[in-house]
T-cell receptor, first 116, second 114 residues
Framework: NAGVTQTPKFQVLKTGQSMTLQCAQD?????MSWYRQDPGMGLRLIHY???????DQGEVPNGYNVSRSTTEDFPLRLLSAAPSQTSVYFC???????????????FGAGSRLTVL | AQSVAQPEDQVNVAEGNPLTVKCTYS??????LFWYVQYPNRGLQFLLK??????LVKGSYGFEAEFNKSQTSFHLKKPSALVSDSALYFC????????????FGTGTRLLVSP
């Protein structure tokens, strides 16, 4: 049981380049989300999905696209990278319910992105 | 919209002493409250949550938190700190009307000295 897997762990881009951060979970969680972590700002929600085919914007969605074609995968696309997108990105998943583990986010290990 | 405030950037405590990491929140409706911990170069790990029931919630690694509705607070506590508790702690909240949009605070760094 791998949990939430993010790739790559590190990436350096030049301004204007595009790339995709991959996120996969093997827990059959219906809810998946992307956060970015910046010093002094905590974690900010970029996009989220409550199921396959359903996505919505979070607090800071500009410059990012997502899709959810399967329950397992939730890739985050940077369309035209900017230095302001230099950050650590976390993917997380959870499920709805009444059990003790419900509504608890399981996080990936993170992807550190630097845009020059 | 919901929000979380963690008023202390850093909390320093000596090993063996009790610790408190503060969190206040704002949400319409009933809150779902969480504490997560992040060790260096790692993802976040769940510590505990409050959804309903007893105001004192016990979680992993000996941590507990007290929900105070009148003060809109959810402070994290531990009776006796360990050096290994040194990490970055995040409080988070969402309302009870949806499944999404968990909002995090800015984090509090806990430093436990030997």
């Amino acid at each position: 049981n791998a949990g939430v897997t993010q790739t790559p762990k590190f990436q350096v881009l030049k301004t204007g380049q595009s790339m995709t951060l991959q996120c996969a979970q093997d827990m059959n969680h219906e809810y998946m989300s992307w956060y970015r972590q910046d010093p002094g700002m905590g974690l900010r929600l970029i996009h989220y999905s409550v199921g396959a085919g359903i996505t919505d914007q979070g607090e800071v969605p500009n410059g990012y696209n997502v899709s959810r074609s399967t329950t397992e995968d939730f890739p985050l696309r940077l369309l035209s990278a900017a230095p302001s997108q230099t950050s650590v990105y976390f993917c997380a998943s959870s499920y709805r319910g009444q059990s003790s583990g419900a509504n608890v986010l399981t996080f990936g290990a993170g992807s550190r992105l630097t845009v020059l | 919209a919901q929000s979380v405030a963690q008023p202390e950037d850093q909390v320093n405590v000596a090993e063996g002493n009790p610790l408190t990491v503060k969190c206040t929140y704002s949400v319409s409706g009933n809150p779902y409250l969480f504490w997560y911990v992040q060790y260096p170069n790692r993802g976040l790990q769940f510590l505990l949550k409050y959804i309903t029931g007893d105001n004192l919630v016990k979680g992993s690694y000996g941590f507990e938190a007290e929900f105070n509705k009148s003060q809109t607070s959810f402070h994290l506590k531990k009776p006796s700190a360990l050096v290994s508790d040194s990490a970055l702690y995040f409080c988070a909240v969402r309302d009870d009307t949806g499944f999404q949009k968990l909002v995090f605070g800015t984090g509090t760094r806990l430093l436990v000295s030997p």
